[in-house]
């Protein structure tokens, strides 16, 4: 039985992605892994304005739902991935403005690395997913399979995934990933990225990775 509480701060992490502007109305999903069950947002529910009895409750290893509540159609992936990485506790699948326009670009960037923040926090590479039809078996298995190694996807005519330890780190990987998608779309896709030297001082001496 998850406690009462655990319901209340998933409800106010999903309010906070709707107030960032990450997902509007019905759009995007949220997971939450609680020992071997997850909290994920109902199929149909506005995660802006998430209530609790939209909220289900999905054993991790099986999918089944525990609590009667069905939920979001890509729950598939949202417990696959947790399946996957047991270093992930969060999962948000958005449609922020300027990620989804690049989700829709004929001609996507194959490097988003346009400030610091990129690959220190969002991912030095962005896997982009081919158009599936969503909450479809076959995006649910590209996504998991892509987010086996990255942290970060972008779904072709769809939206994005991020997924991390925990509520901060997952909030702070969208906000910097639909950052650098602004900074796409507003110069016209004619910007500057880091070079490979520059991610690696970062990664060495901002992020403490040892090289070599």
């Not at 001609?107 to 969503?134: K, L, Q, W």
Request: aromatic fraction near 8%; charge should be negative; glycine fraction near 8%.
């Amino acid at each position: 039985m998850i406690a009462e509480e655990y319901f209340e701060k998933f409800i106010s992490q999903a309010h906070r992605v709707g107030d960032a502007g990450l997902t509007i109305c019905s759009s995007g999903n949220l997971s939450w892994r609680i020992g071997g069950e997850a909290l994920v947002s109902g199929t149909g529910s506005w995660v802006p304005s998430l209530q609790r009895k939209n909220v289900s409750v999905c054993r991790i290893a099986t999918g089944e739902v525990l609590n009667g509540v069905k939920p979001s159609m890509e729950s598939g992936f949202h417990l696959g991935v947790m399946r996957e990485r047991p270093d992930v506790n969060v999962v948000l699948h958005f449609q922020s403005v300027y990620a989804t326009a690049v989700a829709c670009m004929k001609e996507i960037p194959s490097d988003f690395n346009v400030t610091a923040e990129v690959p220190c926090h969002v991912g030095t590479e962005i896997p982009v997913i081919p158009y599936f039809r969503p909450g479809s078996k076959e995006l649910a298995e590209h996504v998991v399979a892509a987010m086996k190694d990255h942290d970060s996807i972008l779904l072709r005519k769809h939206g994005q995934v991020v997924c991390g330890k925990d509520f901060d780190e997952v909030f702070e990987r969208a906000m910097f990933f639909e950052m650098a998608c602004r900074i796409i779309v507003l110069t016209g896709g004619s910007c500057n990225t880091l070079s490979k030297e520059e991610i690696s001082d970062l990664e060495t001496y901002v992020l403490g990775k040892v090289t070599g």
